[in-house]
């Protein structure tokens, strides 16, 4: 059915509640007229509308600006649910559980890589196993090994010495929710985790060397340790695998069995979910959260790899080349949050699916060193484009729960992108137009990823930065590219 939307500005846009039947909220929309066009080429405003027929939602349904069709969600969604009276749903969180952005610094320039970059690249490329069904180079012997990954997450690389103990304190939640339980996780799960633990998979996940663009915001960039033009980052992307997917595969599917009366009764049985208060969801969020651990620590082998590259090649200790960690968010996931709503403090299931976090200044949770300037947000384009270093607002916070968007979005699927785009000639067309070098496990990853499959990552930044839930600090432009 055609959603019809009530314009609140340029840039934000109501589904109003009876959109469709059993609504409890609005939807809101946040999306230029250019990207909220995108958005009617698919699902992605019927299942913002969806989601606002969940039980226990708060204030409305929302859909960021990269926002497109998903599972159950779309991607792009986030939504809060009571934790006494909603619930908890897999399609609100994905099947790649925290899938995720961490973003090195270095005090290398552009100019002083430059000569070596190609060697860079594939000396990464060496060091992190990538492509579909990679294996990590640290293989995990028994179940009770991987549980304690699954339990202490991103802490059990630094311990065994992949790491600087001072990499935690930068990551979202510090890489652990502590409420993890390795016991509900399922066989399957962790025989699909044992071997791929330090790997970088397949499909959109990446590595990518970059060197600082423009600064919008000097202050807060040097707060986050980025000073000049031309400084080289490090984005990876990339989340908890083949055990995360297992996870959400086997609790979608418990979901269904135990609860037919709630499929019955919802607009679309992708939004299957676990109800507040039952066995089941106290189950689901401790076996997701494992998944979560699991990402965070995959993410750390592989900084640990990257960092290893880098000393091969310049013949220097990764301490004396500055490369430290700025951040890693998360963007598939759900967290127990508490946020003011009505001017009450509420407890809630907050779903972020294909969303970053976002918090404002002095938000507990952020940093010590971030306290007065917000979270950084990381924001990556798709291959060949640029990326965005934005800054969480007290805007988000009250706006989308502390929540912005997570990189460009799909624009066609991967199965259309193949259809139009060849692997080898999109790399010549990068490699000569944007003077950059990749290297990818294969030449479908690379077409699959075309820059033509996603939307203009600048003009989602720009719409986030315009609505105020994730304010400009640094675009960042790649000059290498490693592809599962």
Known sequence: MEIKLKKISDIEWEIPKGTIQGMKVPGIVFASKILLEKMKLDKTLQQTANVATLPGIYKHAICLPDGHEGYGFPIGGVAALDFKEGGISPGGIGYDINCGVRLLRTSLTDKEIHEKLKELVMAIFRNVPSGLGSKGKVRLRSRAELDEVLKIGARWAVEKGYGWKKDLKHLESEGELKIAEPRYVSDTAIKRGLPQLGSLGAGNHFLEIQRVGEIFDEKTAKVFGIEKKDQITIMIHCGSRGLGHQVCTDYLREMEKTFPDILKKLPDRELIYAPAGSELADRYLKAMSCAANYAWANRQMIVHQIRESFEKVFNRSAEDMGMDIIYDVAHNIAKIE??????????????????????????PEIPSDYQKVGQPVLLPGSMGTASFVLVGSKTAMEKTFGSTAHGAGRLMSRHSALKQFRGEEIKKQLEEEKKMFIRSASWKGIAEEAPGAYKDVEEVARVSHKAGIGNLVVRLRPVGVVKG
């Not at 407890?347 to 938000?363: D, E, I, L, Q």
């Open 338 to 363: 508490t946020h003011k709503i009505n001017g009450k403090d509420v407890k809630v299931y907050m779903h972020r699916k294909g969303a970053t976090r976002a918090f404002g200044p002095g938000h």
